[in-house]
Nanobody
Framework: QVQLVESRGGLVQAGGSLRLSCAAS????????MGWFRQAPGKEREFVSA????????YYADSVKGRFAISRDNAKKTVYLQMNNLKPEDTAVYYC?????????????????WGQGTQVTVSS
């Protein structure tokens, strides 16, 4: 019912910034909580950030607090992840995800739809 397409990945120097975007095709985008997850080489998928359907609540992993900011534009059916002061350890494939109804969560299995993933590489 919902398709998610990510863009704006890339190669960034440490300390630089990058904005990821994820566009959704669903008719009721505002009813979905949205999350960002990432998976680095040799590591399991981890939670990065999440935002409620209305955008009134946001959540961040401790590792990105103060550096990343999640936002959404429901009119454009798009969620964003602004990444500042990037570090080499931020290098990973980043996935956006949508959760239908309920409270947003950092638990990946509770999300219903996933984007294709976009590569973010931070060089030192």
């Amino acid at each position: 019912q919902v398709q998610l397409v990510e863009s704006r990945g890339g190669l960034v120097q440490a300390g630089g910034s990058l904005r990821l975007s994820c566009a959704a095709s669903g008719r009721t985008f505002s009813s979905y909580g949205m999350g960002w997850f990432r998976q680095a080489p040799g590591k399991e998928r981890e939670f990065v950030s999440a935002i409620s359907g209305s955008g009134d609540s946001t959540y961040y992993a401790d590792s990105v607090k103060g550096r990343f900011a999640i936002s959404r534009d429901n009119a454009k059916k798009t969620v964003y992840l602004q990444m500042n002061n990037l570090k080499p350890e931020d290098t990973a494939v980043y996935y956006c995800a949508a959760k239908s109804g309920g409270v947003v969560t950092g638990r990946g299995p509770l999300y219903d739809y996933w984007g294709q993933g976009t590569q973010v590489t931070v060089s030192s």
